[in-house]
């Protein structure tokens, strides 16, 4: 891959004009070339539309006509220019000229590689945060490994890879939509990789969230996301140890509600998830079963998670 070849940055926003614009200036000050910053407005009810093409006439603006969810990143893939697209969500800030140049390094040096998870750490404090990945943090968070998992809204695509492989399901809205993306791609040939060298800061915009969105989406999207790819054995493995995890997190911060709702529309809806069904070919499952050898223990992960608040699963948001 030469280098100066064209980037699109994108960033997906909703209801977070004065979040957006910060983003934006930012991006405009980069001075990479050619470089296109791209935003899609997931039918916000603010003043974006109205905002953002006044105060930042050089970016690209897209409205999409009902709130998409994950999918409206699909836009940056199929409407964007540049043969690599960095996907940022508009609470995510600090990518550099520096970042973008590494990021065109790897994916020159390394043609399997398909996408590229930047570390996230918290706008305020500065800690390790959005850790999705099924390795201990503390001990791989500075180090480079290959993962199954896509922080959405600060991660980085070779194009071609994420059109091959179909890009965000259509269906999640959101949660799982990154899993769902990276097994297209590594069934497509391509790595995901995880490279601490991009570090970027997520300042955790509340606007648009909901309390219980992640132990409802969480639940109905296990359930979609098995149906859709997985064989019927580690199917079952996934959804024993996927549900009763989030069951857990739904007790212990009083959302059952959401996960049993979660669990309904998620049963209700596997006809249609089944006719999106895409089983992942031997290669691209053997990768997967080494990628989950290095789980951390059962012991660890009620640590991690049980004693803490919230089920962030989702990566960025």
Not at 77 to 85: E, I
Not at 161 to 174: H, R, T
Not at 187 to 204: E, R, T
Request: proline fraction near 4%; charge should be positive; glycine fraction near 8%.
């Amino acid at each position: 891959m030469p280098k100066n070849i064209p980037v699109t940055v994108f960033v997906l926003t909703y209801n977070r004009c004065e979040m957006a614009r910060s983003c934006l200036r930012d991006l405009e000050a980069l001075a990479y070339t050619p470089l296109e910053i791209m935003v899609v407005d997931n039918c916000s009810n603010d003043d974006t539309a109205i905002t953002v093409p006044q105060k930042h006439p050089k970016v690209t603006y897209l409205r999409t006509a009902e709130n998409l969810g994950a999918a409206a990143r699909n836009l940056a893939f199929t409407r964007g220019s540049g043969d690599v697209v960095i996907t940022l969500d508009d609470d995510v800030r600090g990518i550099t000229d520096q970042h973008i140049r590494a990021i065109l390094e790897i994916f020159e040096d390394r043609p399997r590689v398909g996408a590229i998870n930047f570390k996230l750490v918290h706008g305020q404090t500065g800690q390790l945060c959005n850790w999705v990945h099924h390795r201990k943090a503390e001990d791989f968070h500075d180090k480079e490994f290959l993962t199954y998992e896509i922080t959405e809204g600060a991660v980085a695509f070779r194009r071609t890879a994420a059109v091959i492989a179909g890009g965000y399901p259509d269906n999640f809205f959101l949660s799982h939509e990154g899993p769902a993306l990276a097994f297209r791609l590594m069934d497509a040939g391509y790595d995901v990789l995880y490279s601490p060298q991009i570090q970027v800061q997520h300042f955790f915009g509340r606007e648009g969230r909901t309390p219980w969105r992640n132990y409802y989406y969480d639940t109905r999207n296990q359930l979609w996301l098995a149906a859709q790819f997985f064989p019927f054995g580690y199917a079952c493995r996934y959804l024993g140890k996927g549900l009763l995890s989030m069951l857990v997190y739904a007790l212990r911060d009083w959302h059952f509600g959401a996960w049993f709702l979660g669990v309904r529309d998620g049963i209700l809806g596997l006809p249609e998830a089944t006719k999106k069904r895409t089983r992942l070919g031997r290669d691209a499952m053997r990768r997967i079963r080494t990628l989950d050898a290095e789980r951390p223990s059962i012991l660890y992960m009620i640590r991690a998670r049980l004693f803490g608040r919230g089920a962030n699963l989702e990566g960025c948001g």
